[in-house]
């Protein structure tokens, strides 16, 4: 369902950011239990799907609300179904008109996704929601943020705050999701390269084994006519002796 009009919930754009940052009903959390983003980097331009962690309640209070802000530059998201949420799209309209892919004209974006629990998630349990877009061709070496209210029945959380330049992301209370933007072809882990590098090695053992057993019959060959003429040099031999 899209709509046009403001939600409770909804959050504000540009400087009221920070100010909101600080705004944490029901005390603070544990810093190794933010609401999070579990994708470490993207590439620029590619289309990803993220996923948006909710490990827990405000403080021991259920979740009813799951309110996600989309930041400015992508322009169509489609969130994945959840069975235990309805899902909204808060559109807003564009400053001007775009053309997307297909040349068809858009005026407005999805500002923000709204996930509203039939059945309130219990403080000790977590969940995850999908969002589905395209991230920004010229967003390499940046990092997207998606603002995100956790309304719960008791209180809620501002997941809002992002951090100045310089200041490490983890001096924060409430940081809100995130998710490093990096050029394409740039976003292989260190492990993938180790994989690959014993996926190399590998081969190359493979291949050095298949040809050893192309080998092998050469060899085998080779030993059975020097084997012959052995033989036939020892029965060569005795002949003569016997003749004189």
């Known amino acids: 369902m899209r709509t046009q009009r403001t939600r409770r919930s909804a959050l504000v754009a540009g400087g009221t950011l920070a100010v909101a940052a600080g705004l944490v009903l029901g005390g603070a959390v544990a810093a190794n239990a933010h609401v999070s983003i579990a994708e470490d980097a993207v590439e620029a331009g ?16 259920a979740t009813t609300e799951v309110a996600i802000q989309v930041p400015e530059g992508i322009q169509a998201i489609t969130p994945t179904r ?9 559109m807003e309209d564009l400053d001007a008109p775009i053309a997307d892919s297909h040349g068809n004209e858009i005026t407005e974006r999805v500002a923000q996704v709204v ?7 219990p403080d ?31 209180g809620e959380t501002a997941w809002v705050q992002i951090p100045d330049d310089g ?5 924060l209370d409430s940081p809100a999701p995130n998710v490093d933007v990096v050029a394409p072809g740039e976003s292989s882990s260190p492990e993938q390269s180790d994989t690959a590098d014993v996926t190399t090695e590998t081969v190359g053992d493979q291949e050095a ?13 080779a030993l059975a006519i020097g084997a012959i003429g052995l033989v036939l ?8 002796r016997n003749k004189a």
């Not at 990803?48 to 209070?61: A, D, N, Q, R, Y």
């Not at 192309?214 to 060959?221: E, G, I, N």
């Not at 040099?233 to 005795?238: Q, T």
């Open 209 to 221: 084994s298949a040809a050893s057993s192309d080998q092998m019959p050469l060899v085998v060959t």
């Open 124 to 154: 000790g349990q977590r969940d995850t929601f999908e969002l589905s877009l395209q991230i920004p061709e010229d967003a390499a070496g940046s990092t997207l943020y998606f603002p995100t209210v956790q309304t719960c029945e008791q």
């Open 167 to 171: 200041q490490d992301a983890d001096e």
């Open 82 to 90: 959840n069975a235990m949420y309805s899902v909204e799209e808060v």
């Open 233 to 240: 040099g020892v029965v060569a031999l005795f002949r003569g």
């Open 115 to 121: 996930y509203t629990a039939s059945t309130p998630l």
């Open 46 to 61: 590619a289309y990803e799907i993220l996923t948006v962690s909710v490990p827990h309640g405000c403080e021991g209070s």
